[in-house]
RNA sequence: GCCGAGAUAGCUCAGCUGGCAGAGCACGUCCUUGGUAAGGACGAGGUCACGGGUUCGAUUCCCGUUCUCGGCUCCA
């Protein structure tokens, strides 16, 4: 599974393209004019900008970057018409050699066609496809945005380069929106809004990607996790808990330690045998179903476990609770026979709708097909690859089919979520497996009276706890709906002398299942009240002697602000309700 | 792991070129009893991440380690 948000190719319109690429052209040029020992490699325009990739000795710092910003003012003044010339590969070899820049000599030797290509703008002379702008002057508003390093082609041996993205667009509000919408972004990083509102902690006393979640984090996680249960159990899950150890034996069987054992954390001795913390669920699981001989009339079966897992990720890869090294799936293993694999799809189709739908999220679909290298019979591979077809056809979703993209064990649907500010990310994912059950020689007896290999699903909605939380937390910006919220309701008496009356109300509500607290500390109100907002608690309950007396209560909530007086039983009835629907 | 940046009070951060460590918020005590987003006074808080080095003297300069951040690579 992976971490997001990911690259999301809409597709550039021409005219965005042409501005981008043509910045990322102004760039380098602004690059040479004040390093001209830097080598040109590549610069395209990508979906949020552009970047171009520049060798060079010493590191661009944070003022080089207003410098090359400056010198990218001059180059649009100066307008330069962007000029096309097609020349043979040869002479453009020769051209570049004696410009002194191997990428780009390397990169024609890469070329196939006998044609190029180069855009010259002033005294800078690139290679490039095109198009471009008319001239330097057409670009109307870009902004350099960060620097860092990046492979050469994206490839781990080969040197590591200097980076600066940057964007552009063809006008200053669009641009002016884009840097908006940054910092809406990071005005919604989880783990600003993780730390600001007590939610979970991560130390480096304990190590790096290990999350401890504090008293309001747990809360929200104690919820889902309820919830989860709940609707799994109604749709026929069992559940079950594996082992957070196993001997190394049984990684040896399922291929773990042969395919994975980079992930994993290394075996600890124990009396003479070598013992492994599980990074995965699906052994275990496979070891339950196999505890004894399986009929065709016990099947479906469903194991499901909140499973936690720990996985050596490197350092340079953790990132909040999106990519930590231990962490809880919400994982499931379902083992049926071919027939019933069409609907167990289904079934976990129709869960995904319900769970994004619940979140307010949309989705979009993919269905990956067999890739060269595969474990399995074709056949097997044909049938299953069919059943996912026909499920995502029964149940109408629209999905892409990513051929060869397949995991070796089996195809695969994978669900990409898109959040409330439109980002997508990795989210839940149905596997096919053969592998396991070949490995495992997990069985059922059919009614031929024959054993025949069960067909082993493998599924995660939410993927983990973690990730989707730090998802939840980015989505909501914070702001839980009510039944997610660690603290539903703050109850504040305006002076002391409501106090008593103030505590009643808190226990009713708690009483009545609601997360409510009492603030009646000798602040004044609009103190308490800017703590509860800032806290993003959905409803406040402002109670002053008018309240007292009459047995009600003042609504706040954190959004639409005072709803007026209301009868203690009327704002219960109303915030049950709200808590029953999980109106996101 | 790689490139770059960073680590100073619980949090957010200031501290120029070396000379006994600062602000706001939060916290504690007291005053204030205030009707929908910040009332006031006083106070406590630091091995300046850790370990070495240079120096009369290091939060400041150098090296290493750990962790964090922006990327790259990786990611069943």
């Known amino acids: 599974m992976s971490y997001g948000p990911e690259e999301h190719y809409k597709g550039l319109s021409p005219e965005l393209e042409k501005c981008r690429h043509s910045a990322a052209h102004i760039m380098a040029q602004a690059v040479k004019r004040l390093f001209p020992e830097a080598k ?23 003022e080089d970057l207003t410098r090359i910003e400056d010198e990218m003012r001059k180059i649009v003044k100066e307008n330069y018409p962007f000029l096309r010339e097609e020349l043979s590969r040869g002479d453009a070899t020769l051209l570049f050699e004696k410009m002194k820049e191997p990428f780009k000599v390397e990169i024609l030797n890469e070329i196939k066609e006998d044609r190029v290509s180069t855009y010259r703008q002033g005294e800078f002379l690139d290679l490039c496809r095109g198009p471009h702008l008319e001239s330097t002057g057409k670009l109307k508003a870009f902004k350099l945005l960060s620097i860092a390093g990046a492979y050469w082609r994206g490839s781990e041996k080969n040197k590591m380069l200097q980076r600066i993205y940057g964007t552009a667009f063809p006008s200053q509000q669009e641009l002016d929106a884009y840097l908006k919408q940054i910092e809406e972004s990071k005005l919604r990083d989880h783990r600003k809004l993780g730390k600001e509102l007590g939610l979970f902690s991560i130390h480096s006393e304990a190590g790096p990607g290990l999350i401890f979640w504090q008293p309001k984090g747990g809360r929200v996680r104690w919820v889902l996790e309820n919830f989860w249960r709940q609707e799994h159990f109604r749709r026929g899950y069992e559940f079950v808990y594996s082992p957070h150890v196993a001997r190394l034996e049984l990684w040896k069987t399922s291929g773990h330690w042969d395919y994975y054992r980079d992930s994993m954390y290394p075996p600890m001795e124990l009396e003479e045998d070598q013992y492994v913390t599980k990074p995965m669920n699906c052994p275990g699981h496979i070891l339950m179903f196999r505890s004894g001989v399986r009929s065709y009339r016990d099947l479906p079966l469903r194991f499901a476990e909140l499973g936690t897992v720990y996985r050596f990720e490197r350092t340079g890869v953790l990132h909040g609770l999106m990519r930590v090294r231990g962490f809880t799936q919400d994982d499931a293993h379902i083992f049926c026979t071919p027939q019933q694999l069409q609907g167990e799809i289904q079934s976990v189709l129709e869960l995904v709708d319900f769970m994004m739908k619940i979140f307010a999220f949309t989705y979009q679909v993919a269905l990956s097909t067999r890739p060269e290298k595969f474990a399995g019979q074709l056949e097997m591979w044909d049938k299953a690859t069919q059943a996912l077809e026909e499920a995502l056809k029964a149940r109408n979703i629209p999905y892409k089919v990513d051929p060869g993209e397949g995991v070796f064990y089996g195809p695969k649907i994978d669900i990409k979520l898109i959040d409330a500010l439109g980002r997508p990310w990795q989210g839940p994912t149905i596997q096919v497996d053969f592998n396991l059950p070949e490995r495992f020689e997990a069985t059922y007896v059919a009614s031929d009276g024959k054993h025949h290999p069960v067909v082993m699903v493998h599924r995660a909605v939410w993927g983990s706890m973690e990730r989707f939380l730090g998802i939840l937390i980015e989505h909501f910006g914070g702001a839980f709906p009510l039944w997610l919220s660690p603290v ?33 500390r000798s602040e004044k109100i609009g103190f308490r009240i800017r703590e509860a907002q800032v806290e993003k608690v959905p409803y406040m309950l402002v109670i002053g002697g008018r309240e007292a007396q009459g047995h009600t209560v003042a609504v706040r909530e954190r959004k639409k602000g005072d709803l007026g007086v209301m009868d203690l039983d009327a704002f219960l009835k109303k915030a049950q309700e709200e808590v029953e629907q999980k109106s996101a």
Request: net charge negative; glycine share 6%.
């Open 40 to 62: 040109i490699t590549i610069g395209p325009a990508i979906e949020t900008g552009f970047y171009y990739d520049f060798d060079l000795n010493k590191p661009f710092s944070p």
């Open 488 to 520: 539903q309701v703050k109850v504040l008496p305006i002076t002391s002398d409501e106090i008593p009356y103030a505590q009643e109300v808190k226990q009713r509500l708690v009483k009545e299942g609601l997360r409510a607290e009492l603030d009646d």
